[in-house]
């Protein structure tokens, strides 16, 4: 069922290349310009997933997320995740601030192909800069 097939592929997003920090999957799992939807106001939006990849692992480098639920239909895959990580490296041009945080979100994908083509993310940025101290 192309359902399960397309779980399968953002199964891998989560734990093969966050958390298994394995940039080659990219080339398997996503098209190179995925398109993405981000919230007025996010504060990260990274040109490609790559490029985000490479940001969020210099300010988080131990990020691990986990996968709490998923749900799938048709050519979309909604996952509800959450994520732990220290802050040991610039992020948004702020110093380091060795805070462990902690995140959570829903993603959409849309894969085409066998490969994640769209996403849309929405995931609590004004929690995330509140535990770094950046606003109040």
Do not use: C
Request: proline residues 4%; glycine residues 6%; charged residues 25%.
């Amino acid at each position: 069922m192309i359902s399960e097939e397309n779980k399968a592929i953002v199964r891998r997003y989560w734990f093969d290349f966050w958390n298994e920090k394995n940039v080659e999957v990219l080339d398997e799992i996503a098209v190179e310009d995925v398109i993405f939807h981000f919230p007025p106001g996010q504060s990260h939006q990274p040109p490609t997933l790559r490029k985000w990849f490479e940001t969020a692992l210099i300010a988080f480098p131990d990020v691990h997320f986990t996968l709490h639920d998923e749900l799938a239909e048709g050519d979309k895959v909604v996952s509800r995740w959450s994520y732990e990580a220290t802050n040991t490296g610039n992020f948004l041009g702020r110093e380091t601030t060795s805070i462990r945080v902690q995140d959570q979100g829903i993603d959409i994908f849309r894969i085409e192909d066998g490969k994640i083509v769209e996403m849309w993310v929405a995931q609590d940025s004004l929690g995330l800069l509140q535990q770094l101290k950046v606003i109040q």
